[in-house]
Nanobody
Framework: QVQLVESGGGLVQPGGSLRLSCVAS????????MGWFRQAPGKEREFVAG????????GYADSVKGRFTISRDNAKNTVYLQMNSLKPEDTAIYHC?????????????????WGQGTQVTVSS
């Protein structure tokens, strides 16, 4: 069993930056691939970024490529999402997810555990 708690969301102006954190507890974090997903009002949840168990492989949605960076610190049981050059369309609730696999996936059903999410609002 894995518990995930996100933090770092908030209100930011367009062009600004935020760093989200997700702390995992209850299991061996280093065994799980991790992902970040987001859900905007009235829209389905979508994949944002993923990182392999070792941290050696990452992947991004086209909409965030070049602006967002996912990373992890297995010693701190934490995965991060650095978000730069934020746009109003990045406004959403951001969730982290853990998968009992070495490889991340862009598919929601392939994740085993989910956090409650943190709100990110990009507005002037």
């Amino acid at each position: 069993q894995v518990q995930l708690v996100e933090s770092g969301g908030g209100l930011v102006q367009p062009g600004g930056s935020l760093r989200l954190s997700c702390v995992a507890s209850g299991s061996i974090f280093s065994r799980n691939a991790m992902g970040w997903f987001r859900q905007a009002p009235g829209k389905e949840r979508e994949f944002v970024a993923g990182i392999s168990r070792s941290g050696g492989t990452t992947g991004y949605a086209d909409s965030v490529k070049g602006r967002f960076t996912i990373s992890r610190d297995n010693a701190k049981n934490t995965v991060y999402l650095q978000m730069n050059s934020l746009k109003p369309e990045d406004t959403a609730i951001y969730h982290c997810a853990a998968r009992e696999s070495s490889i991340y996936s862009a598919s929601e059903p392939r994740y085993d555990y989910w956090g409650q999410g943190t709100q990110v609002t990009v507005s002037s």
